[in-house]
Each structure stands twice: as C-alpha cells, then as structure tokens.
C-alpha cells in the first residue's frame, strides 16, 4: 500500500501536472473573470518551474552533504534505478542516473572499494525487472570479476535498499564492521544515507563535487523544459524524505 501510494504522490506533485491543470481551468472555468487569474497563475509557475537557475539553487541546498570520506571502503553499495523497465541482459537501455555506474567503475578502478553490492530489483508496481542481476552481468563483460559482484534483488524502495543490503552483507560475511560507501545519484544521497545510517553497516556517501562552475545566460533567459522534469524529481525526494522520517524509516 505504502509503495502505491507512493506513486500517486509523485504524480500530485509534479509541477507539470499543476501547470496543465491551471492553463485548463483558464480554458473551460465557468467564470470568464477567473480565467485570467488562472492563466497567470499557471504562466508563473510554468516560467519558475522551467528556470534552470532557480532549479539549480534549490538542488545545491538539498546536496549540500557534509561528510568525511576514507580513502578505502570494503564495499561500494551501488543503488538501482540506472536502467528502463524495458532492458534485458542482451539490451540494456541507460537512464540518466547511469553516472552511477560510472562512478561505482572508476572507484573499483582505483582500488577505493574492494567490492560491489548492487541493490535493487525494479521501482515498477507491475514490473519483474531484476535490475541487479541485469547489471551484474553487464560489470562481468566488462572485467570485473564474479567473486567481487554481491546483489540484492528484492528491494523495491530506498528503505529495503538499506534493509536488505544490510542483512545480506551482515549474514553472509558476518561482521558487523563492514565499511561501506554509498553510490547514489546527488538528489538521492540525503534519504539514502539517512536509511543506511540506521543499518548496522558503516555507510559513507559518495560525494562527487564539481571542480568547475559553468553559468550560461541562457538558463536566466530561456525556459527549459527538462528542468520540469527534474522538479518533479526534487520534489519527490523531498516529500519522500517528510514520509520516511514520519514512517520512523531515518
């Protein structure tokens, strides 16, 4: 229940959604003097909510994550939602959050984590995806041995991300001081970490700053419409993160 509802409540909150929703009220609301207030109203949103400026100022208060990272981890946790729900072993299709991956490779790379967990099946109600499983094979093709690949693939949610990746590494090596350093994409670290916190699992986030700034004028001048999308996004770890302090998740 706890998971559909989810998903009602990243649709409700998608700026889109609320933009379309005004400019059709503007459209068809039975009185003539309330349309131009609509229409206004869902104009300013629309020019807010596709400012890349504005967006980029808000998601830099919500990644601003302060941490002291080792220069050596056990293991690097690496968090699902990188591929479409239409991939399979032989086709993988790559989400944005494919950084991810990237990521996970350059650290095992350069020796930083011993080894890989992978958690996650999908973050589909209908779908049977087993995103770990598909990924695993795909960092085996591409050198990395069997021995050093663990996966979960139950996990549907960040929660059981932390719950059962900790029951996984705690039963299977039992030890209770296995380091651990999270991989996530930057919008996802805070409710993370703040899951893996409460496992038995010494958790770190991976934190990946730029070292350069880039400011075009265009963000200032031009709407974006991608940015709507990464709104949507935003706002969903925001009130995912309200819910599982209130759920007694973090």
């Given at each position: 229940?706890?998971f559909?509802?989810s998903k009602?409540i990243?649709?409700i909150?998608?700026?889109?959604?609320?933009?379309?929703?005004?400019?059709?009220?503007?459209?068809?609301?039975r009185k003539?003097?309330?349309r131009?207030k609509?229409f206004k109203?869902?104009?300013?949103l629309?020019?807010l909510?596709?400012?890349?400026?504005?967006?980029?100022f808000?998601n830099?208060l919500?990644?601003n994550?302060?941490?002291?990272?080792?220069n050596h981890?056990?293991?690097?946790?690496l968090?699902?939602?990188?591929i479409?729900l239409?991939?399979?072993?032989?086709?993988?299709?790559?989400?944005s959050?494919n950084?991810?991956?990237?990521?996970t490779?350059?650290?095992f790379?350069?020796?930083?984590?011993d080894?890989?967990?992978?958690?996650?099946?999908s973050?589909?109600?209908?779908?049977?995806?087993?995103?770990s499983?598909?990924?695993?094979?795909?960092?085996?093709?591409l050198g990395?041995?069997d021995?050093?690949?663990?996966?979960?693939n139950?996990?549907?949610?960040?929660?059981?991300n932390?719950?059962?990746?900790?029951?996984?590494l705690?039963?299977?090596?039992?030890?209770n001081?296995?380091s651990?350093l999270?991989?996530?994409?930057d919008?996802?670290m805070?409710?993370?970490?703040?899951?893996?916190?409460?496992t038995?699992?010494?958790?770190?986030?991976?934190?990946?700053k730029?070292?350069?700034k880039?400011?075009?004028?265009?963000?200032?001048?031009?709407?974006?419409?991608?940015v709507?999308?990464?709104?949507?996004?935003?706002?969903?770890?925001?009130?995912g993160h309200?819910?599982?302090?209130?759920?007694?998740?973090i």
């Open positions: 229940m706890f559909f509802l009602v990243s649709f909150i998608d700026p889109f959604f609320w933009i379309i929703f005004l400019f059709l009220t503007a459209v068809f609301h003539i003097y309330k131009k609509y109203t869902g104009l300013l629309l020019i909510f596709s400012n890349s400026l504005v967006y980029n808000v830099d919500w990644c994550l302060h941490y002291k990272s080792k981890y056990d293991f690097g946790i968090l699902g939602g990188m479409s239409t991939s399979t072993e032989n086709n993988i299709n790559f989400s959050n950084d991810r991956i990237l990521n490779l350059d650290l790379s350069k020796k930083k984590i080894k890989i967990l992978i958690t996650g099946a973050g589909s109600l209908t779908s049977k995806l087993k995103e499983e598909i990924l695993k094979k795909y960092f085996i093709k990395i041995p021995s050093c690949i663990f996966t979960e139950k996990s549907k949610n960040t929660y059981e932390a719950h059962f990746s900790d029951k996984l705690t039963d299977s090596l039992h030890r001081d296995i651990c999270l991989i996530t994409s919008y996802h805070r409710r993370s970490i703040a899951c893996f916190n409460k038995n699992l010494k958790c770190h986030p991976f934190i990946k730029n070292e350069i880039h400011f075009d004028l265009e963000w200032i001048m031009l709407p974006q419409s991608n709507l999308f990464r709104w949507k996004i935003l706002f969903h770890e925001m009130v309200l819910t599982y302090i209130a759920m007694g998740y």
